[in-house]
Nanobody, 115 residues
Framework: QVQLVESGGGLVQSGGSLRVSCVAPRSIFSIYVMRWFRQAPGKQRELVAAISSDGSTNYRDSVKGRFTISRDIAKNTVNLQMNSLKPEDSAVYYC?????????WGQGTQVTVSS
């Protein structure tokens, strides 16, 4: 059973910053594309950011310039630094590892941005 362990998140005021992190097994981390999704109440889960094993990244348009995804190879960790947070960023954030139609998910961590 592959486990992705998330940490971080919490409550912050609009304009503030938070970081969420996800630790993956080394065998997963070194190969899989690591992604962050989020899901707000009553909405579909959406892709926020992704980073591949070669370090290339992509972001959804609404977070470009505010969020940064990164990998810490020594710690098998993927981080999502979120700056200039807005109330519409409030959601449960999920870590995901993806390769060749195989997906692994973390348990999710709540991010709440107050106005």
């Amino acid at each position: 059973q592959v486990q992705l362990v998330e940490s971080g998140g919490g409550l912050v005021q609009s304009g503030g910053s938070l970081r969420v992190s996800c630790v993956a097994p080394r065998s997963i981390f070194s190969i899989y594309v690591m992604r962050w999704f989020r899901q707000a109440p009553g909405k579909q889960r959406e892709l926020v950011a992704a980073i591949s094993s070669d370090g290339s990244t992509n972001y959804r348009d609404s977070v470009k310039g505010r969020f940064t995804i990164s990998r810490d190879i020594a710690k098998n960790t993927v981080n999502l630094q979120m700056n200039s947070l807005k109330p519409e960023d409030s959601a449960v954030y999920y870590c995901n590892a993806y390769w060749s139609s195989t997906n692994y998910w973390g348990q999710g961590t709540q991010v709440t941005v107050s106005s």
